[in-house]
């Protein structure tokens, strides 16, 4: 059994690089179904039950500092990539579709919950709330809301296997979507967007070892930094230190994304690991109590995608959006910059930077998004 930090941070560590590991080199289709990071939650839960850990003072004090400093130097380094600037160049017609979208969300999450929320009392409500962040930007959305309303650690399995199961099902049914585009448009009385002509994304270059030490310096700078000035602004019953952490580390991001620093290579690198280093930290607090609810929340995520799926097709029928631009705004929420572009390229090759930048823009505004949608829900939940 493991008594100190280092062997435990050993064991974070190595679980969080295996599932990555062996999905870059078997690329094994079983890993589209239940991505790594699920794996990698699921795993470190197993083995926090079966007790390779002791939770004393050291490990407890280890997993505090671990989740209090990574999280908001994560979401400084997912926003170094966000180019303000490429994502207003789209034009009023594609940034219109796209918050179409996100109320058509909002509006699924808020009925979705009305609809189960006998069976949601108490706390249960705040895996939804989680997701939400998640079918906005992506899972480090989906940690920071978890943190911020202070969700329970053993829910976030809740979350993660809703959200790889649903999101799977969902790109699945977009792909085939693609050939009744023509009669789609014809219905909705819109022209294709397939002609689009949209400025390519940024590219970096190679991530050097000094450009690692210089972005995990200044990650963790600004994360204590947002921290220092979280605990001295005003606070409220949802807007806690810890939100305005996460907030404040998100804006600075974006500042310094508009600057010469982010053509410096390696931040999304680094993100991408400290991301799954967060959640096999997080596993580690955890175990399977109230796995059985699983089939409960995966109801909820199929209840969210349809009356989204719905709405968004009667919105694009009111503003004459065509299918295009509705799969790939709907994927860029719920499915994040990895997918998006791939659904956009089979759509048409010109869609594809629309997709990244769109997917981008998720990851800007899925915090607020999800901690807009925790404050409805636990306005509404019954005690």
Known sequence: MIHTAWPYLAVMLLAA????????????????????????????????VTGL?????EIRATQTLLIGHM??????????????????RLGPRVLAVFFVTMVCLFVAFIATFLMFRHWLSGNAWQPLAALSGSWVGGTANMVAVKQAIGMPDRLLAMSLLTDALCYSMWVVVLFGLGRLATNFNRWTRA?????????????HGPTTPENVLLWLGLALLVGAVSAWLGERLPTSDMLTSTT??????????????????SRFAGANTISSAML???????????????IASAPLYLMCGVSVIAIHAVLLALAARVFHFDLYLCGISSLACIGGVAATP?????YSRSLVPVGILLALLGYILGTAFGLLVASVMSSLAIA
Not at 17 to 44: D, H, M, N, Q, S
Not at 276 to 290: D, K, P, T, Y
Not at 342 to 346: D, G, P, R, T, V
């Open 17 to 48: 690089g295996l599932f990555p590991a062996l999905e870059r080199r078997f690329r094994w289709r079983f890993f589209e179904v239940l991505p790594p990071i699920v794996l990698t939650y699921l795993l470190v839960t197993a083995l926090a």
């Open 53 to 57: 850990w002791q939770v004393n003072e």
């Open 71 to 88: 999280i908001p130097a994560l979401l400084f380094l997912l926003m170094i990539n966000c180019d303000l600037l490429a994502i207003l």
């Open 191 to 203: 022209k294709s967007s397939a002609d689009m002509v949209v400025e390519e994304a940024r590219s």
């Open 244 to 261: 305005w952490t996460i907030m404040l580390a998100t804006g600075f991001g974006l500042v310094a994304a508009q600057t010469p620093l």
């Open 276 to 290: 799954i280093s967060v959640v096999a930290v997080l596993a580690s607090q955890s175990n399977f109590e109230g």
């Open 342 to 346: 791939i659904l956009a390229a089979s």
